[in-house]
């Protein structure tokens, strides 16, 4: 911000000349020379500048050190300011360091955790087998009697060179022997089901021979039925066949009735057959005709005859 030192100045220089004039006496004006009263104020003047003068450099000192400070002051913000960034960026990487060391804290701890459940797991393992091994030991310090028993068998049998052979052969022979009896207890299970079956045969064949002899007595009854269905139904077959040939000759004689009648009535046209020989009912429609104009030749016959005598 700018200083106003002129105004300054004057306002000072103002202050200083009213109060000197306020400490002369009002009483010594009477008796003092002009001359001496003008000195007296050019002095006073004098002493004032130099007053103002020094206060002047009083406070351009105060100033450049004001100045001084307060660019110190701004030095010390920023230094401030870069200490607040370096101090926040240390907050954050130990926020960071610290999370960093909780996390592989905890992954250490599950580890931990793990490796203790691991050991704990190897350690029972170890505990059975260690178990596995006693009882593996007692039960070779019981088998070593058969050990020695096997050897001597080995050196009475020379077919087989290591005790494994003859090991494996009586595994064989005690599993074919397993199977064999396996396979008795079936064949004994199939014949006790097969004795069960046989006696609930036999328990059930008088029931069994008495509904056969009733459903034989229906069967029989069933077909003494269909026997007499047949009988009828032959001989109403016997009776259909006779009236077709019945009305077979009938159509026959029809026919060759209605064939005369076509003949005659051609041979009395004059004309000869135009019709084929099976056509029946072209044949009955040409006799038709032939008695419809006979007819009506006829009635005009008789309508003339009466006629006749009466003229």
């Known amino acids: 911000m700018a200083v106003p030192w002129e105004e300054y100045f004057r306002l000072a220089l103002q202050e200083k000349l009213s109060t000197l004039f306020r400490k002369l006496p009002e009483q010594a004006e009477d008796h003092v020379p002009p001359v001496l009263r003008l000195l007296e104020k050019r002095q006073e003047l004098v002493d004032a500048d130099q007053a103002l003068q020094a206060q002047k450099e ?73 178990r596995e091994h006693a009882r593996l030991q007692r039960r070779l310090k ?53 004795r069960a079956r046989l006696q609930q045969l036999r328990d059930a064949w008088p029931d069994e021979v008495l509904a056969q002899g009733q459903r034989r007595a229906q069967l029989q009854e069933r077909l003494e039925a269909a026997r007499e269905r047949t009988l009828q139904w032959e001989s109403k077959w016997i009776q259909i066949q006779n009236t077709a ?21 051609c041979q009395h046209q004059g004309q000869p057959p135009t019709l084929d020989i099976e056509d029946t009912e072209g044949q009955l429609e040409h006799v038709k005709l032939f008695m419809q104009d006979l007819s009506a030749m006829l009635a005009g016959l008789g309508q003339a005859e009466p006629a006749a005598p009466a003229s």
């Open 58 to 130: 009083v406070f351009r000192t105060k100033t450049a050190a004001l100045k001084q400070r307060w660019e110190q002051l701004e030095q010390k913000e920023r230094e401030l300011k870069g200490s607040f960034i370096r101090f926040d960026k240390f907050l954050q990487d130990s926020e960071a360091r610290r999370n960093r060391a909780l996390r592989r804290a905890a992954e250490e701890r599950h580890q931990a955790g793990r490796r203790e459940v691991e050991a704990l797991r190897l350690w029972t393992q170890l505990q059975e087998l260690r």
């Open 142 to 194: 019981r088998l070593e009697p058969c050990a020695r028993l096997l050897e001597q068998a080995l050196e009475l049998l020379p077919g087989f060179q290591e005790v494994p052979e003859l090991v494996a052969r009586f595994d064989g022979l005690a599993e074919t022997q397993a199977a064999l009896r396996l396979r008795e207890r079936e064949q004994l299970a199939e014949l006790e089901a097969a």
């Open 245 to 265: 040939a019945e009305k077979t000759l009938l159509l026959g004689r029809s026919r060759m009735a209605v064939l005369n009648l076509f003949q005659l009535v």
